[in-house]
């Protein structure tokens, strides 16, 4: 009896031993564990902080893992090195573009209005003209590429905060009032009862846009004019440049907002294609959108849709 007593005993503090024991090393596994997850915590921030260095751990399992992580974050940062470096090289290279593009042109322009003041004959007149128009269209080309190369590169800074639309109209304006006039279209924009509409926009850039298509509206109507209207919505805020222009057709109105872009019905007018491409990426870079809705011959209204902030 007392025996099998010694062997209970001795049986329950194994128990107990190897309940301690495996108490213990859960304890372990589990403050490694949270170790681990901190570690790599700490080394994630660092990466996004940009102060990530790589350190020596050794050969345990957990290890391995910060390791592989480490590597990991170390390949990031050298492609986001590669990265900022390659936008550097681009945006050096389109300032020398536009840098050593633009005195040659305005050269040439200078030159042609120097001829126009001569007595020139007729035919040598002519010629004069059509370089200058040229001279102009390649001035806008350049112009055009170097803009669209910072849009895509990342290197125009978007600085969209809440304002009133009325700025935005008013200055769209002012800047194609004229353009419409001397076309013989009218040109309206709603200006009355604005004040507290508000969006959130980059003036600069969303007035670049806007232009855009109110330049695009003038360009293809013949008479009649284009109407510039506000419709404020839940989450957006809506503005509609309508026209009486020659509209475009269904099976093009997809196809209109890519890069470089042209409807053989347009071909022979100014433009470069770029010009709603443009609008659009800048609309997307503010977290808004633009659509158009259009019929052959009965005009075109295009809404560009800016986000507003939460009531």
Same mark, same amino acid.
């Given at each position: 009896?007392?025996?099998?007593?010694?062997? &209970?005993?001795?049986?329950? =503090?194994?128990?107990?031993?190897?309940?301690?024991?495996?108490?213990?090393?859960?304890?372990?596994?589990?403050?490694?564990?949270?170790?681990?997850?901190?570690?790599?915590?700490?080394?994630?921030?660092?990466?996004?902080?940009?102060?990530?260095?790589?350190?020596?751990?050794?050969? &345990?399992?957990? &290890?391995?893992?910060?390791?592989?992580?480490?590597?990991?974050?170390?390949?990031?940062?050298?492609?986001?090195?590669?990265?900022?470096?390659?936008?550097?090289?681009?945006? #050096?290279?389109? #300032?020398?573009?536009?840098?050593? =593009?633009?005195? *040659?042109?305005?050269?040439?322009?200078? +030159?042609?209005?120097?001829?126009?003041?001569?007595?020139?004959?007729?035919?040598?007149?002519?010629?004069?003209?059509?370089?200058?128009?040229? #001279?102009?269209?390649?001035?806008?080309?350049?112009?055009?590429?170097?803009?669209?190369?910072?849009?895509?590169? $990342?290197?125009?800074?978007?600085? *969209?905060?809440?304002?009133?639309?009325?700025?935005?109209?008013?200055?769209?304006?002012?800047?194609?009032?004229?353009?419409?006039?001397?076309?013989?279209?009218?040109?309206?924009?709603?200006?009355?009862?604005?004040?507290?509409?508000?969006?959130?926009?980059?003036?600069?850039? =969303?007035?670049?846009?806007?232009?855009?298509?109110?330049?695009?509206?003038?360009? +293809? =109507?013949?008479?009649?004019?284009?109407?510039?209207?506000?419709?404020?919505?839940?989450?957006?805020? !809506?503005?509609?440049?309508?026209?009486?222009?020659?509209?475009? *057709?269904?099976?093009?109105?997809?196809?209109?907002?890519?890069?470089?872009?042209?409807?053989?019905?347009?071909?022979?007018?100014?433009?470069?294609?770029? !010009?709603? +491409?443009? #609008?659009?990426?800048?609309?997307?870079?503010? $977290?808004?959108?633009?659509?158009?809705? &259009?019929?052959?011959?009965?005009?075109?209204?295009?809404?560009?849709?800016?986000?507003?902030? !939460?009531?």
């Amino acid at each position: 009896m007392e025996g099998i007593n010694t062997v &209970s005993i001795i049986l329950f =503090t194994a128990g107990l031993v190897s309940l301690f024991g495996a108490i213990v090393l859960a304890i372990v596994i589990h403050y490694r564990k949270r170790a681990a997850i901190l570690r790599m915590r700490q080394m994630l921030d660092a990466a996004i902080d940009g102060t990530f260095i790589e350190n020596v751990y050794d050969e &345990s399992l957990y &290890s391995a893992v910060e390791n592989k992580l480490s590597e990991y974050l170390n390949a990031s940062e050298i492609s986001a090195r590669k990265t900022a470096q390659e936008k550097d090289q681009i945006k #050096a290279l389109i #300032a020398d573009i536009s840098h050593q =593009t633009k005195t *040659p042109i305005s050269n040439i322009l200078i +030159y042609t209005e120097l001829l126009k003041e001569q007595n020139l004959p007729d035919e040598a007149a002519h010629s004069v003209e059509l370089m200058e128009i040229q #001279a102009r269209k390649l001035s806008f080309l350049i112009a055009s590429l170097v803009k669209l190369s910072r849009l895509e590169t $990342g290197i125009i800074a978007m600085h *969209p905060g809440e304002d009133s639309v009325t700025g935005l109209l008013e200055e769209a304006y002012r800047q194609y009032c004229q353009k419409a006039q001397d076309k013989g279209l009218y040109l309206q924009v709603e200006t009355s009862s604005l004040q507290e509409i508000r969006a959130v926009f980059d003036l600069k850039w =969303t007035g670049e846009a806007l232009g855009n298509v109110i330049d695009n509206a003038i360009k +293809y =109507t013949k008479t009649g004019g284009i109407m510039v209207t506000v419709k404020p919505y839940e989450m957006f805020v !809506g503005i509609e440049v309508a026209d009486t222009g020659i509209g475009i *057709p269904e099976e093009e109105q997809a196809r209109i907002f890519g890069r470089f872009y042209r409807s053989v019905a347009v071909s022979g007018e100014e433009g470069v294609g770029i !010009g709603l +491409y443009l #609008a659009r990426q800048i609309l997307e870079m503010e $977290g808004g959108y633009m659509k158009v809705v &259009s019929e052959v011959g009965k005009g075109s209204k295009f809404t560009l849709y800016l986000q507003r902030l !939460g009531e």
